[in-house]
């Protein structure tokens, strides 16, 4: 039993960046490298669940965000469009926090074979330049759910 504690297990990896106070611009591309690429122990592809996190605050506009997310895989590029509903259709917010901070997360793909060490990039593409409300952007892959190559 000892011995099988010890195996080597599945990793997550996360990356989060802050967004600037004066707004998410409508052309700037957010790169997020989900795995510290100065250790030497990593895998770089993986199988893994693969979603994407925005923490917003009271003063959002909006009921949801549209995003563009790449991503680099095995010898690919994948580029999906994700629609986060972040509030119900009376106003109230879905997301996890309490005061005027919350924080939701949308599954982009169950099983994304993505390169960890390449940049993930989130972008928005609501119809303004500039959106107001989104404190941070994040990307999670959970390498549990799914299968290491």
Same mark, same amino acid.
């Given at each position: 039993?000892?011995?099988?504690?010890?195996?080597? %297990?599945?990793?997550?990896?996360?990356?989060?960046?802050?967004?600037? /106070?004066? =707004?998410?611009? @409508?052309?700037?591309?957010?790169?997020?490298?989900?795995?510290?690429?100065?250790?030497?122990?990593?895998?770089?592809?993986?199988?893994?669940?693969?979603?994407?996190?925005?923490?917003?605050?009271?003063?959002y506009p909006y009921?949801?965000?549209?995003?563009?997310?790449? @991503?680099?895989?095995? =010898?690919?590029?994948?580029?999906?469009?994700?629609? !986060?509903?972040?509030?119900? &259709?009376? %106003?109230?917010?879905? %997301?996890?926090?309490?005061?005027?901070?919350?924080?939701?997360?949308?599954?982009?793909?169950?099983?994304?074979? $993505?390169? /960890?060490?390449?940049?993930?990039?989130?972008? #928005?593409?609501?119809?303004?330049?500039?959106? #107001? %409300?989104?404190?941070? $952007?994040?990307?999670? !892959?959970?390498?549990?759910? =799914? &299968?290491?190559?």
């Amino acid at each position: 039993m000892l011995l099988g504690a010890c195996s080597p %297990g599945k990793r997550d990896y996360s990356r989060w960046e802050n967004l600037p /106070i004066e =707004g998410w611009a @409508y052309g700037d591309t957010v790169s997020l490298v989900p795995v510290d690429t100065s250790l030497r122990d990593n895998d770089s592809i993986v199988t893994a669940a693969l979603r994407v996190a925005l923490r917003h605050s009271n003063d959002y506009p909006y009921s949801n965000i549209w995003l563009e997310v790449t @991503y680099r895989g095995d =010898g690919f590029l994948t580029r999906d469009t994700l629609n !986060v509903v972040l509030a119900d &259709i009376y %106003g109230r917010w879905l %997301g996890s926090g309490f005061g005027a901070s919350y924080q939701k997360e949308m599954l982009l793909n169950p099983a994304a074979v $993505i390169d /960890i060490t390449r940049p993930v990039e989130v972008r #928005h593409i609501m119809r303004l330049d500039t959106l #107001h %409300g989104v404190d941070q $952007i994040g990307v999670l !892959v959970d390498t549990s759910s =799914g &299968i290491d190559r």
